[in-house]
């Protein structure tokens, strides 16, 4: 599909479907967000970041673009700032119905209230038990508590969404699929009546969805939870229209969850090659992204290379433990 729609604007993907596009502050510059139209109103499925750029282009949309409706659901795939971060304010501005995942809407709730000092020391060491420096472990003490700075108030109220739920929307029904891996609770919609399934990050036409360990859960196997779901979303028709959160619209569902499978083989054993000698998380890190990186992209870096050393661990592949000097090390058996 070429083309996609400016902030602000709407294109049409399908009938009673409208994309649009909201911008983000990141090398990953954009978010797709979807909306689902019915007699009654709009089901908008994201919301984009939590700025006044975004709500500039939202309040945009609402005057030149839904047809006099209002919108009367928000759903959210998953917590991240970009999924969620306007769902209280949009909640709030059409007195709508909020629809998540349970352990999505308590996370997000979680990080958005916890104090920036809290988040910080958890942070620096995990940060530091990884072997990340002292200049990247200053630069990070900075960032305070990012997730809160990426949202509104995130809704009180929630309309849980569960596997295997149906969300009738427009005269059909949308049924809920909910992955792991990229987050652990991620919710995806197919509707088979029409051929569409909205993907959210669970997989994306281009890139791999960043699979990532974090501080809350330093000993969690996220790869095992997303190549599961992999498996799992093959059951599902290769001819559907995907709707991805980035990127553009694609079919060809099947090859893709191939693609995106064989990519991580590679890297485990990229991995497993790196670790030759015992090795930190952060120079693995440095092997699988041998290129500069700001610091929003170090986070996510480094929680991808101990997703790999996790789950190559958890198999007896790798061993993991803590050196003399409180650094984690993985060496091969």
Known sequence: MDGFPEP???RRVAPGILWVRMPLPFALNHINIWLLEAEDGWTIVDTGIGSNRTKDCWERIFRESLAGKPVVRIVATHFHPDHVGLAGWLVDRW???FCASLTEWLFGRMLSLESPEAMVRTSLAFYRRAGLDEAALAVMAERGNSYAKGVTPLPARLRRLKAGDRLPIGGTDWHVITGGGHTPEH???????????IAGDQVLPRISPNISVWASEPDADPLDDFLRTLDRLRSLPDDLLVLPSHDTPFTGLHARLDALAAHHRERLEEVVNACAEPSTVAQVTR???NRPLDPHQLVFAVGEALAHLNHLAARGRLIRRTDRDGLLRFSRP
Not at 187 to 197: S, T, Y
């Open 187 to 197: 919710v995806c919609l197919h509707c088979p009546d029409r051929g569409i399934f």
């Open 95 to 97: 007195q709508a119905e």
């Open 287 to 289: 092997v699988m992204f």
């Open 8 to 10: 602000g604007t709407v």
